[in-house]
């Protein structure tokens, strides 16, 4: 049977494409400090969506106000600095794997007087030696996407990383954590394919405009979270 979770490369799985893209966006920042860059997924809201179903779930499994977070693909961290908005206020950690993209972040943070609150870093996650600690709650808006456009395969060679993706969240989810993933590339079935495990198991999805064509019907998005029971 075919394998519809490979991807063809794509620029948009480099580092390189990303540091371009954030360079420009730090200059466009540094004349206009109200410009900080572009909202990934805003034509379908999804942001939103995430805010609003871990609002909406408040009190379900790890989901709190003062929940530990960290975004995996931060960007610019904008997702953070979206719930923080919205009165999630514990511990925020926003990492990438490209240099640029956290300085940037790094600078809105500052200009926003949220640096305090909201800490951003360069990672490789794939590392060994990357040891962030447990949080209550792991996002991903469209960083597994961009990890399968990149091609990389595991240090053997014998897998692509998409496939070790759930072993870094498994590392970094506390037990009843809730990782809320959002993708552009992957249908719910191939998500659920890609991260579910023995212990990580999916508990809601988000509800997105479906369309329909030649008699089937679809999204171009889909939003799934995860629970790691133990």
């Known amino acids: 049977m075919e394998d519809t979770t490979k991807l063809n490369t794509s620029k948009l799985g480099t580092r390189q494409y990303w540091d371009d893209l954030y360079s420009l966006e730090r200059r466009n920042f540094k004349e206009n400090s109200e410009d900080t860059g572009e909202c990934w997924f805003d034509d379908n809201d999804a942001e939103m ?6 609002t909406e779930n408040l009190g379900q499994y790890s989901i709190a106000e003062d929940a530990s977070m960290i975004d995996l693909g931060t960007g610019n961290g904008h997702l953070l600095f979206e719930l923080n908005d919205n009165d999630f206020d514990g511990p925020m950690l926003g990492v990438d794997y490209a240099e640029q993209s956290v300085k940037f972040a790094k600078e809105i943070a500052t200009e926003a007087g949220r640096s305090d609150k909201i800490k951003f870093a360069q990672a490789d996650i794939f590392s060994d030696d990357w040891q962030p600690g447990q949080f209550d709650i792991v996002l991903d808006k469209g960083t597994l996407d961009a990890i399968a456009l990149s091609g990389l395969k595991t240090k053997d060679g014998s897998q692509s990383i998409v496939h070790v993706y759930k072993k870094v969240i498994e590392k970094i989810l506390k037990p009843q954590g809730v990782f809320l993933i959002t993708s552009c590339n992957f249908t719910e079935e191939e998500l659920t394919k890609i991260i579910e495990t023995n212990n990580l198991k999916v508990w809601e999805t988000i509800t997105y405009p479906s369309f329909e064509f030649g008699g089937v019907k679809g999204t171009t998005i ?9």
């Open 49 to 54: 969506r995430m805010v609003d179903f871990l």
């Open 222 to 230: 889909c939003s799934i979270a995860f629970v790691k029971e133990n």
